[in-house]
């Protein structure tokens, strides 16, 4: 059997969804399907959010003579025929109504009851931290899979994608092995180093990952960049109003890290960024992790998102253009400044 893996690039928690999704399919979907694990291929396809299409309907067609099955793990959903399996926690998981009705008639069965969850393969919640605590529940609760060795894995997904560091500076200044891999993953421009990291980060300690030969080597120059954002966007950040805004765009860079604005500057509410890449020209848009600001009284982003073609979390989104429409996404961002300044908390 052939099993492609589309996972959420660049991005810690969507390479750690990969591996705990792979785990909990050969030790709990092959004995189900009488299958050998080792007769399984496990293939990893990255998925970016850029502005267009998506999927490409054609990565998800079945392999020649071949059984396939199809996953997308931590990112949006699709109404494939071929999709296997899908699981999210974004607020903003469907693009479309339609993408949601089809969601939702995948719970059900022919005569339209609602499938016993042992039968279900495609999974959403937004109050999950992280995609790979999600994927680690219902495996555990719907088919049984032992998480037990996976709880370090879990918890610093968690702490990534949710930002629950004790401070800016833990954030910045990366001491942990988790924090060091996710600038690794952000920033990788080689299309085979995530597929290749991915089958490890379930099978050794996140320690033992980072000192791999083909992953050490890669975090002095990183770190030297890393630190090039930090100086650049304390040039350029403006706080005006709880609001920090910069705009990088003269520096393309394929990532930074989102918790330097709130490392300059502690007393802001939210942050808007604007960067350009090799595939697109980005929006960033965050709230201060750190803020005193009671959650009821924050703005839900994902939504300000969504009316650009963006989304996300409530506490952080982003908007993608393609890269040609710098001035576009520097209108929206300006936008969003505005909205965001005139806000009182």
């Known amino acids: 059997m052939l099993v492609r893996v589309f996972y959420h690039d660049k991005c810690f928690d969507g390479a750690c969804s990969a591996s705990i999704f792979t785990r909990f399919h050969r030790e709990c979907i092959a004995p189900r399907l009488n299958l050998d694990p080792a007769n399984i291929q496990y293939q990893y ?3 970016v959010h850029r502005a267009g299409a998506l999927f490409d309907e054609s990565t998800f067609a079945p392999a020649p003579s071949t059984p396939t099955q199809n996953a997308i793990v931590d990112f949006k959903y699709s109404p494939s025929p071929n999709l296997t399996w899908w699981f999210d926690h974004h607020l903003s998981a469907f693009l479309t109504p339609a993408d949601r009705a089809h969601f939702d008639r995948s ?3 022919p005569t339209g009851q609602p499938l016993p969850p042992a039968q ?14 999600y994927i680690a529940h ?3 609760t719907h088919f049984g899979f032992n998480t037990a060795p996976l709880a370090d894995l879990i918890h610093w997904a968690n702490i990534v994608d949710g930002a629950l560091y004790a401070s800016p500076t833990a954030a910045v200044e990366m001491a942990e092995p988790a924090m060091k891999l996710t600038l690794i993953i952000e920033s990788t421009q ?3 180093f995530i597929p290749r990291l991915i089958p490890l980060l379930t099978s050794l300690p996140l320690a033992d990952v980072l000192a791999q030969p083909f992953v050490a080597p890669l975090l002095p120059p990183l770190l030297q960049h890393h630190q090039f954002a930090i100086n650049l966007i304390r040039q350029r950040a403006q706080l005006h109003q709880g609001t920090i805004f910069f705009d990088i765009t003269d520096h393309p860079m394929e990532g930074f890290n989102k918790f330097i604005p709130y490392y ?3 007393d802001a509410v939210y942050s808007i960024g604007l960067s350009k890449s090799s595939f697109r020209t980005k929006v960033a848009v965050g709230t201060n992790p750190w803020t005193k600001i009671p959650p009821a009284n924050l703005v839900n982003l994902a939504q300000i998102c969504e009316r ?6 409530a506490r952080v989104g982003a908007i993608s253009f393609p890269p040609d429409q710098e001035e576009a996404a520097r209108k929206a961002a300006l936008e969003i400044v505005t909205e965001l300044r005139g806000q009182k908390p």
């Open 45 to 47: 396809h990255g998925l």
């Open 107 to 109: 719970q059900l069965s």
């Open 120 to 133: 279900l393969t495609k999974f959403v919640d937004t109050s999950y931290t992280s995609c790979t605590s």
């Open 138 to 140: 219902i495996a555990q």
């Open 190 to 192: 080689d299309p085979a």
């Open 264 to 266: 300059l500057h502690p």
């Open 308 to 313: 650009y073609g963006g989304g996300g979390h």
